[in-house]
């Protein structure tokens, strides 16, 4: 968990698996003597559960909402099957879905949504799922116009660990307490160097 206002680990910690209680756990432990603005993850279903139970501020990465509609997108447009013309549509309304989320401001999204919500019955078949999803967390994806201190992304907890440990490291540690280590040893780093002292 990183403090993405002071760009500061907060906390880390490595674990057998990501079940539920594991996660809710740690969380708690990570906030317990802590003032939480909110927290961004990315779409993993139990972190609603988590933070609702929590009564935590959750923002859903914007990132990762692009990259899981990507992927569905990228599949018709490598599609033999679809012709240019749907292709071109394709493109045209996962355009028209980002631009919902290039704003700080959510009368500008809402507005910009419900146009979206209009034309339904033009959109091409691989949407309405997603939209209804966009639907149902767009209190969860539009925090960070809401607050200005809300990380619209998880950018700076993936940017820290890009830079604490790269993939060609990672292959080199053979123990949880190597890794841990050297984990201790770029978290001191970053907070002297690269993090905003205040």
């Given at each position: 968990m990183i403090d993405s206002i002071l760009n500061k680990p907060v906390t880390e910690e490595i674990v057998k698996n990501l079940k539920y209680g594991?996660?809710?756990s740690f969380i708690k432990r990570a906030i317990s003597d802590k003032t939480v603005v909110a927290i961004t993850t990315d779409h993993r279903r139990k972190y609603k559960r988590i933070m609702d139970g929590l009564k935590i501020n959750h923002q859903l990465c914007i990132f990762h909402l692009f990259k899981m509609i990507?992927?569905?997108v990228y599949k018709?447009?490598?599609?033999e099957f679809v012709t240019d013309r749907?292709?071109?549509r394709i493109c045209i309304v996962f355009s028209e879905i980002?631009?919902?989320f290039r704003t700080f401001d959510q009368y500008i999204a809402v507005y910009r949504l419900e146009t979206l919500l209009k034309?339904?019955?033009?959109?091409?078949s691989i949407f309405p799922k997603l939209i209804?999803?966009?639907?149902?967390?767009f209190e969860r994806l539009t925090l960070f116009m809401r607050d200005g201190l809300v990380s619209r992304t998880t950018n700076p907890i993936e940017s820290y660990?890009?830079?604490?440990?790269?993939?060609?490291?990672?292959?080199?540690?053979?123990?949880?307490e190597g890794v841990l280590k050297f984990l201790n040893v770029r978290r001191d780093y970053w907070i002297k160097n690269i993090s905003k002292n205040i």
């Amino acid at each position: 968990m990183i403090d993405s206002i002071l760009n500061k680990p907060v906390t880390e910690e490595i674990v057998k698996n990501l079940k539920y209680g594991t996660v809710k756990s740690f969380i708690k432990r990570a906030i317990s003597d802590k003032t939480v603005v909110a927290i961004t993850t990315d779409h993993r279903r139990k972190y609603k559960r988590i933070m609702d139970g929590l009564k935590i501020n959750h923002q859903l990465c914007i990132f990762h909402l692009f990259k899981m509609i990507g992927k569905n997108v990228y599949k018709k447009l490598n599609s033999e099957f679809v012709t240019d013309r749907d292709k071109v549509r394709i493109c045209i309304v996962f355009s028209e879905i980002k631009e919902i989320f290039r704003t700080f401001d959510q009368y500008i999204a809402v507005y910009r949504l419900e146009t979206l919500l209009k034309k339904m019955k033009e959109i091409p078949s691989i949407f309405p799922k997603l939209i209804q999803k966009i639907v149902q967390d767009f209190e969860r994806l539009t925090l960070f116009m809401r607050d200005g201190l809300v990380s619209r992304t998880t950018n700076p907890i993936e940017s820290y660990y890009r830079n604490t440990i790269p993939d060609s490291l990672k292959r080199i540690f053979k123990t949880q307490e190597g890794v841990l280590k050297f984990l201790n040893v770029r978290r001191d780093y970053w907070i002297k160097n690269i993090s905003k002292n205040i």
